[in-house]
Structures are given as structure tokens and as C-alpha cells.
């Protein structure tokens, strides 16, 4: 095999390394290319000992190792940022398991008709409202404790004659990034 064939190679497992890792960057292969980036880099030190008298070739080779480089140098900080978890991808799917996550653990806080023993009925529907706030990074002390419970107590009413229904639950959820309580009629 002559200089330019082994040139065309390195250059072809270049493209593959390159498509592999763009490919893991992107969530289509779950395995980083570690393999095809080590033989890369074995024929990369092998290029640096050819002897090329032809210009035209050396310049080819240096482009390909410096290509190479710039990929490596790539590769390693986005590799760095996916372990720090800072990685676009992968916060992006942490918010979506975040979000999802919290709408599956909503559960009904308060009914309609309060509970004597608790007081009102409604606190722990406020307590969770708040949580939630906190969480979201959103200001707790703008919403008045008794103004929300006399807000619920109404709603309750509205909702059960509206609907014929004979109580009416309260869950705290998520509508676009925000906390919100959803009224849940029950028959």
C-alpha cells in the first residue's frame, strides 16, 4: 500500500470517527466510538513517520492530523460537559424526566368539603403550592394563606354545582415551567 492509499484510509476513518461521535453526541448510539478513535490515533502517530517528499502529500497529512487535533480537543470538552452534567442534551432531557416526574406525583391534596380534624382542609394544598413555588424558583411571600383557601372554597362550590359533582379535588401541577393547582371533580 503506497502513501496516498494509506492517506485515503486515515482520511476515510476520519469521517467515520468524526460521524460516530456526532452520532453520540446526538443521542443515536449509546456508546462513545472509543475504538475507532484509538486506531484513528494509532494511524495518526504512524502518518508522523512516514517519509513524503512529495509537498502536495505532506500538506494533506498535516491537514488531517490538525483536523484530527481540532476534533480531539472538541470531542474532550463535550465529553467533560456531558460528565459535569452541563451538556445541552442531557439537561435538556433532565428537565423533560424533572417535568414529567412531577406531573405523575400529583395527588389529590384537599377535597372539596374540608376535613374537620385538619381545620380548614385546604393547608396542604397550600403547603404543596409553595413547595412547588420554591422549587421553580418563584417568590412565596406575594400569596396570602387565607385569601388562597377562600379562593378554593369557592372554586369547590362553583365546580360542584357546575358539575354535579359530590366533592372536589385539588392537586398542584406544572403548566409550562409554572406551578399550578388543577381542580379534579369527583361524582
Same mark, same amino acid.
Given at each position: 500500500?503506497? +502513501?496516498? #492509499?494509506?492517506?485515503?484510509?486515515?482520511?476515510?476513518?476520519?469521517?467515520?470517527?468524526?460521524?460516530?461521535?456526532?452520532?453520540?453526541?446526538?443521542?443515536?448510539?449509546? $456508546?462513545?466510538?472509543? *475504538?475507532?478513535?484509538?486506531?484513528?490515533?494509532?494511524? =495518526?502517530? #504512524?502518518?508522523?513517520?512516514?517519509? $513524503?517528499?512529495?509537498?502536495?502529500?505532506?500538506?494533506?497529512?498535516?491537514? =488531517?492530523?490538525? #483536523? &484530527?487535533?481540532?476534533?480531539?480537543?472538541?470531542?474532550?470538552? $463535550?465529553?467533560?460537559? $456531558?460528565?459535569?452534567?452541563?451538556?445541552?442534551?442531557?439537561? &435538556?432531557?433532565?428537565?423533560?424526566?424533572?417535568?414529567?416526574?412531577?406531573?405523575? #406525583?400529583?395527588?389529590?391534596?384537599?377535597?372539596?368539603? @374540608?376535613?374537620?380534624?385538619?381545620?380548614?382542609?385546604?393547608?396542604?394544598?397550600?403547603?404543596?403550592?409553595?413547595?412547588? *413555588?420554591?422549587?421553580?424558583? +418563584? @417568590?412565596?411571600?406575594?400569596?396570602?394563606?387565607?385569601? &388562597?383557601?377562600?379562593?378554593? *372554597?369557592?372554586?369547590?362550590?362553583? +365546580?360542584?354545582?357546575?358539575?354535579?359533582?359530590?366533592?372536589?379535588?385539588?392537586?398542584?401541577?406544572?403548566?409550562?415551567?409554572? @406551578?399550578?393547582?388543577?381542580?379534579?371533580?369527583?361524582?
Amino acid at each position: 500500500m503506497d +502513501i496516498s #492509499q494509506k492517506m485515503a484510509l486515515l482520511e476515510k476513518k476520519l469521517n467515520e470517527l468524526k460521524t460516530g461521535y456526532d452520532k453520540y453526541f446526538t443521542g443515536v448510539e449509546r $456508546i462513545e466510538p472509543v *475504538r475507532l478513535r484509538e486506531e484513528v490515533q494509532r494511524m =495518526i502517530r #504512524q502518518a508522523g513517520t512516514w517519509h $513524503i517528499t512529495n509537498t502536495g502529500l505532506k500538506f494533506k497529512r498535516d491537514n =488531517i492530523v490538525a #483536523q &484530527f487535533n481540532s476534533y480531539t480537543q472538541y470531542w474532550n470538552r $463535550i465529553l467533560r460537559r $456531558i460528565e459535569d452534567g452541563t451538556y445541552e442534551r442531557d439537561v &435538556f432531557k433532565m428537565k423533560l424526566k424533572e417535568r414529567a416526574g412531577s406531573m405523575n #406525583q400529583t395527588k389529590p391534596a384537599a377535597s372539596g368539603s @374540608p376535613n374537620k380534624q385538619s381545620g380548614d382542609g385546604y393547608d396542604s394544598v397550600y403547603n404543596d403550592l409553595m413547595n412547588a *413555588r420554591k422549587k421553580a424558583g +418563584i @417568590p412565596t411571600n406575594s400569596m396570602d394563606r387565607s385569601a &388562597f383557601e377562600e379562593n378554593l *372554597r369557592r372554586q369547590s362550590e362553583t +365546580i360542584k354545582k357546575k358539575y354535579g359533582a359530590s366533592r372536589v379535588d385539588f392537586v398542584v401541577g406544572e403548566k409550562d415551567g409554572k @406551578p399550578v393547582v388543577k381542580a379534579v371533580p369527583k361524582k
